[in-house]
């Protein structure tokens, strides 16, 4: 990973600590302010300036993709145990997947809307990197579902690919209105899957 520059004395070694802790201060200005978050406010969360920041990271577009991997991988660690389980009935997995994703998203709002709609729609490269983690999650579930025999390679791509692609547009129309009921859009979304599932 990219780290630490000095100014004046050209670059040290870059310091994964010092990268961890500035991405600690975005998070936490993320949280605090919400997707509209300065790159100033996160600068001056850190104790830096904005430049100082950017040095860090290459430019802001590396602070965002920075951003994308760190919460990104969190998602994926989470989501790949329940992917794997081996159970009998599709819904109790379809359940577990649901229920985690919405959790994780209605635990740090700001963060999810921060990461897919102001950076990827500021930048190019975000949005392409959290376009092509999206994808991996759904190649990674067709590949289970090839696996389980549940139906052929391509079906399962597509299968997986339309899951994943569900479940992430109906959590941000989740995220927009609070009223609904989370059980609700939980047993919803499982009948949905657990009916293209049916032997």
Known sequence: MTGLTTGGTGERGRSPERRRHLL???DRVIRREGPQASMAAIAAEAGITKPILYRHFGDKSGLYQALAERHARVVIDLLRPEFARAVA???VRARATVEA???TISANPNLYR???HRASAEDSRTRTQMAAIVR???EELGVVLTQEG???PVRAQVLGHAFVGMVQAIGDWWLDNHGLDRD???D???DVIAGVLKP
Do not use: E
Request: aromatic share 12%; charged share 20%; proline share 4%.
């Open 24 to 26: 600690d201060a975005a």
């Open 136 to 138: 991996s999650v759904g």
């Open 150 to 152: 549940v139906a052929d």
């Open 89 to 91: 009935d599709p819904r």
């Open 101 to 103: 994703y919405l959790d």
């Open 114 to 116: 921060f990461l897919f």
């Open 188 to 190: 919803s979304l499982v």
């Open 184 to 186: 609700t859009v939980v």
